[in-house]
């Protein structure tokens, strides 16, 4: 019944915004950051990604991150990132906008996004900041370094970090404009991400949310959905 009313609201739009989470890979097999699964010789996330973490031992760091690039690479994108990469076809105005650094989106042939957190196959120079995609796994180097001899960052935002300005205004100004707002497989506690949704409601948006469990923004959305993204997204659209 949700899921129609959904349907039909999509349906009928010109502009839709959607925001990703962790939970859309899940299905793709993307360990989680968090509990026994994201630890990695004991160390937490919390601990190895950070600028303080990178400043005292780069190569420890980027070890880790090479841990993480070897384990995704043969991983593939599931429906959910599939039925995501077909949205941008059919609306005018569509815009992704993900917090997972994974590349799942992109493999499924999504274009029309912006990365909030960076993405694992990117590389940073120390030196310039230029960007640039490297997809070696396993590294050859550790810390790898850029051609003007200066040492490479992953391209993430780590914690105690800002967001790209840029990125944030597209974010932001998306879910203001945008008439269908879908937030799916993220628990909506990390900002700012967590705070777009309420935007999109507060500026008139049809919001549609897709997680199996409850979140902090359940209460507020228009269709809360229940499910996995895997099986929702391809059903919606
Ligand atoms: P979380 O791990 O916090 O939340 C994942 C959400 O996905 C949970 O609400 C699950 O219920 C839901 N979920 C699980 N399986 C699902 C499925 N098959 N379909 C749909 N939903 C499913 O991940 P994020 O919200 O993405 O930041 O976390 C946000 C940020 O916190 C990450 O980008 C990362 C982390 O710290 C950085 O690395 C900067």
Same mark, same amino acid.
């Given at each position: 019944m949700e899921l129609e009313k959904a349907r039909k609201k999509l349906a009928e739009a010109g502009s839709v915004a959607i925001l990703t989470g962790a939970g859309v890979s899940a299905e793709s097999g993307v360990p989680t950051f968090r509990g026994e699964g994201g630890l990695w010789r004991n160390y937490r996330a919390e601990e190895l990604a950070t600028p303080d973490a990178f400043e005292r031992n780069p190569s420890l760091v980027w070890e880790w991150y090479d841990w993480r690039r070897g384990i995704l690479a043969p991983l593939k994108p599931n429906p959910g990132h599939f039925a995501i990469a077909g949205m941008e076809k059919k609306f005018d105005n569509f815009l992704l906008i993900t917090?997972?650094?994974?590349g799942l989106h992109a493999k499924a042939?999504?274009?029309?996004?912006?990365?909030l957190h960076g993405n694992i196959w990117k590389v940073r120079c120390l030196a310039d900041g230029k960007v640039s995609d490297n997809h070696e796994t396993?590294?050859?180097?550790?810390p790898p370094r850029c051609e003007c001899g200066s040492m490479l960052r992953p391209h993430i935002v780590w914690f105690g970090e800002s967001l790209d300005a840029g990125v944030i205004e597209a974010a932001f100004s998306a879910a203001r404009d945008c008439e269908v707002f879908i937030v799916a497989g993220? %628990? %909506?506690?990390?900002?700012p991400a967590a705070s777009l949704a309420g935007i999109a409601k507060e500026s008139g948006a049809y919001v549609i949310e897709i997680n199996p469990e409850a979140t902090p923004v359940s209460g507020m959305v228009d269709a809360s959905i229940r499910g996995k993204s895997g099986e929702v997204l391809p059903l919606l659209v």
């Open positions: 917090q997972n650094v994974d042939g999504s274009r029309k996004m912006v990365e396993p590294l050859k180097t550790l993220t %628990s %909506s506690l990390v900002q």
